[in-house]
Nanobody, 125 residues
Framework: QVQLVESGGGLVQAGGSLRLSCAASGRTFVSYGVGWFRQAPGKEREFVASITWSGGATYYGDSVKGRFTISRDNAKNTVYLQMISLKPEDTAVYYC??????????????????WGQGTQVTVSS
């Protein structure tokens, strides 16, 4: 069993930066792949980024490529999402998710078994 808790969200002006954290419990977390998703009001949950268990491979959604960076520190059981050059359209609740089979860069919500409660990111224009 893995429990995930996101933090680091908040209100930021367009062009600003934020770093989200996803802290996990459970000693097997180091073997899990992790993804970040986001959901804006009235929209479907959207893939943002994913990372393999080792951190050796990452993958990004087209809308965030070049602006967001996913990373992990397995010693701290934490995955990060560094966001720069934020835009109003990045406004959403951001969720982290984990899945066994940490060698795969999964991009669909159904591929993940565990989810956090989400953290709100609001980008003002």
């Amino acid at each position: 069993q893995v429990q995930l808790v996101e933090s680091g969200g908040g209100l930021v002006q367009a062009g600003g930066s934020l770093r989200l954290s996803c802290a996990a419990s459970g000693r097997t977390f180091v073997s899990y792949g992790v993804g970040w998703f986001r959901q804006a009001p009235g929209k479907e949950r959207e893939f943002v980024a994913s990372i393999t268990w080792s951190g050796g491979a990452t993958y990004y959604g087209d809308s965030v490529k070049g602006r967001f960076t996913i990373s992990r520190d397995n010693a701290k059981n934490t995955v990060y999402l560094q966001m720069i050059s934020l835009k109003p359209e990045d406004t959403a609740v951001y969720y982290c998710a984990a899945r066994p089979g940490g060698r795969i860069l999964a991009t669909n919500t159904y591929e993940y078994d565990y989810w956090g409660q989400g953290t709100q990111v609001t980008v003002s224009s």
